[in-house]
Structure formats: structure tokens, C-alpha cells
């Protein structure tokens, strides 16, 4: 098979997909908004959006192919998909958290997960921690999870603790 195959995500809004995606690209570096469709006459009895409307507006996280559709209020965002960040670094892991939860769901944070302004849930984590995880016998991943599991934003140096033992 000679050619990859490209999976982008498709984010359904309700009127507030430029505006997602102006904030994803500005919280992820190396990130841009790639096009911008509107919504015209055609198709308006089925869709029921305003001609010249965002439509779909088409933008990359770090390389990363995403669609944000206008699609109206028939869907939402839950927690059966999430995005997960892997950090490298403590700061980056601030970073994105601060980011990302401003103006979200405090009440849906719990162990490294947080829920945006927009409702779409993401997980911050140290980069090492699925590894840390491994194991479902080893005194370490019990350590890491016990201590994770009293988090809401993950504190690298407490998981950093309980993986040393």
C-alpha cells in the first residue's frame, strides 16, 4: 500500500469552530489554521445555517491534520474521546494545562484529564508515565498510580517521587 493514509479528527461546534481552533493553534506551537469554508444558499433546508457562516475551518496542531465543523447543536463533546498531550518538561506540562483548562470544566478534571471551554476533553501528562504504568504487578506503577490517582493536574515531581519509590 503505497500511500499513507491521513486521519484527521473532525470536532463538531455549534458556531464556535473558528473560534477553537484560533485558540488550539494559539496554546500548540508550529501550529496554523490551513482554510476556512462558509456556509452558502445551497443545502440551507437540510443545514439550517446562515449563507456566509464558518462552515469548516481546517487547521494543524504541530503537523497534525484537524477539521472544526459548524454543525450545529445536535452534538457534543464527552469524555469517551480525548486528546493526550505528552509533555517533556514540568513547564510544558504547565503550560498546557493552564492553557487548555482556562475557562473549562474544573469539575471534569481528575488524574492529568481536564475538559476545555469548548467541552473536548485532553489529557496532560509526563511523557514517561505510560511506561511508568506498565505492569500491573510492580510496585512502582502501584506507587505512580496510587499517587495519580489523588491528582487532578498531574504534579511531575510527586509521580517523579512515587516512581523512585
Not at 499517587?147 to 515531581?157: E, H, N, R, V
Request: hydrophobic share 40%; charged share 20%.
Amino acid at each position: 500500500m503505497g500511500n499513507q493514509l491521513t486521519i484527521t479528527p473532525c470536532l463538531w461546534f455549534d458556531g464556535q469552530a473558528e473560534q477553537a481552533a484560533r485558540f488550539y493553534v494559539e496554546v500548540f506551537p508550529d501550529s496554523r489554521i490551513t482554510t476556512i469554508s462558509h456556509y452558502g444558499e445551497a443545502g440551507k433546508e437540510i443545514h439550517g445555517q446562515r449563507p456566509g457562516d464558518v462552515m469548516v475551518v481546517a487547521f494543524e496542531l504541530q503537523g497534525n491534520p484537524f477539521v472544526a465543523l459548524n454543525g450545529g447543536p445536535l452534538f457534543t463533546f464527552n469524555e469517551a474521546v480525548s486528546f493526550q498531550v505528552p509533555c517533556r518538561s514540568p513547564e510544558e506540562l504547565d503550560h498546557y494545562w493552564g492553557a487548555l483548562s482556562e475557562g473549562g470544566d474544573p469539575s471534569a478534571q481528575q488524574c492529568g484529564w481536564l475538559k476545555d471551554r469548548f467541552g473536548l476533553s485532553w489529557q496532560v501528562f509526563p511523557e514517561w508515565l505510560p511506561k511508568a504504568l506498565e505492569g500491573a504487578g510492580s510496585t512502582a506503577a502501584a506507587r505512580v498510580t496510587e499517587a495519580m490517582m489523588a491528582m487532578k493536574k498531574l504534579d511531575w515531581q510527586a509521580l517523579e517521587r512515587a516512581r523512585r519509590g
